[in-house]
């Protein structure tokens, strides 16, 4: 794929789908299998930081790349000038340095409340989060909501909807059948469809985690419908992390190039599976053909009498 920006801001959200699939999601599962907490104060405090640090940075990406889309489509002579390389990886670096300072908080309230019972061996101990005021969480929780959901969904939605007014409302030549297509006409093509794979990767991001900041929301304002909800929130958190793993598949089916790069490497290693094989092979017929050629002489030591060889 070229080194451009958009290259780039994918890049970094297949990083943070993975980082989500590698750090976040075996704690989440083995919290709802074990239903206790197992893996210690660090990791208490360490995997829920680490799980905001990965949202907020998917989530500003998100908001990066419509900028970028929207930039490349509305003003493609100055795209370039805008999301240079150097830019790009400058924007990146401040979306995960604004995401790390966002969820400071978490690392410091989370810590393992233990209870004097044990079961099956296993002490009783869950994660929480311990705020100095029930109003310090509220106010937190609202202000995550906004930032990681509603401001760049807005924003996302704003920018989305000018996209699609340029894309599939202005420029309909594109949509024309047997008609001559230039060579602009098959660059905003190709913008079209990497602006509908960016709209829903967003679309997908934003049903996935509604849930969870719901009943999140809910938790934390109602007393009464958080002891209903309880059971729900371990499943709205893994919906939220499966967001991670529908996006590479969206990158497989929805970004030619991308499947380009995939096909190119599958047929690499196969190529190399073959390779090594038929060297293996060689090597095996190489020293049967040696084992052959010395079988003779072999058979003529061995017919040789007893006497003769004393002699």
Not at 20 to 32: D, K
Request: proline share 4%.
């Amino acid at each position: 794929m070229r080194s451009n920006s958009a290259n780039y801001f994918l890049v970094n959200l297949a990083v943070a789908d993975i980082l989500v699939a590698v750090c976040c999601i075996p704690m989440t599962v083995s919290e709802i299998v074990f239903q206790v907490w197992i893996f210690g104060e660090f990791m208490c405090k360490i995997t829920g930081y680490l799980q905001g640090i990965y949202v907020g940075a998917s989530v500003l990406t998100i908001v990066c790349m419509s900028a970028d889309r929207f930039v490349a489509i509305r003003y493609p002579m100055k795209n370039r000038q805008i999301f240079t390389v150097t830019k790009t990886k400058q924007l990146i670096g401040i979306t995960w340095l604004l995401a790390i300072a966002v969820m400071v908080p978490l690392i410091l309230v989370r810590k393992v409340d233990h209870y004097d019972l044990v079961v099956n061996d296993m002490p009783i101990s869950y994660c929480v989060e311990q705020w100095p005021s029930h109003n310090h969480r509220q106010i937190y929780d609202i202000f995550l909501f906004c930032f990681i959901y509603i401001i760049p969904g807005t924003v996302v939605l704003l920018l989305y909807s000018l996209i699609g007014c340029r894309l599939w409302v202005k420029d309909a030549r594109l949509g024309r059948q047997n008609s001559y297509i230039t060579n602009e006409a098959k660059m905003m093509l190709s913008r079209r469809r990497l602006a509908l794979m960016m709209i829903i990767i967003s679309i997908l991001f934003a049903i996935c985690w509604l849930p969870y900041y719901i009943l999140n929301i809910l938790m934390v304002f109602s007393n009464r419908i958080s002891k209903q909800v309880i059971p729900l929130y371990p499943f709205a958190l893994l919906l939220g992390h499966s967001n991670s793993a529908q996006n590479p598949i969206l990158y497989c089916f929805m970004h030619r190039k991308f499947k380009e790069c995939i096909v190119r490497i599958v047929k690499c290693q196969c190529s190399k599976i073959r390779f090594e094989r038929q060297i293996t092979i060689s090597k095996g017929y190489s020293s049967q053909k040696r084992g052959g050629a010395d079988a003779p002489f072999l058979q003529k030591q061995d017919s040789v009498p007893l006497e003769h060889q004393q002699t």
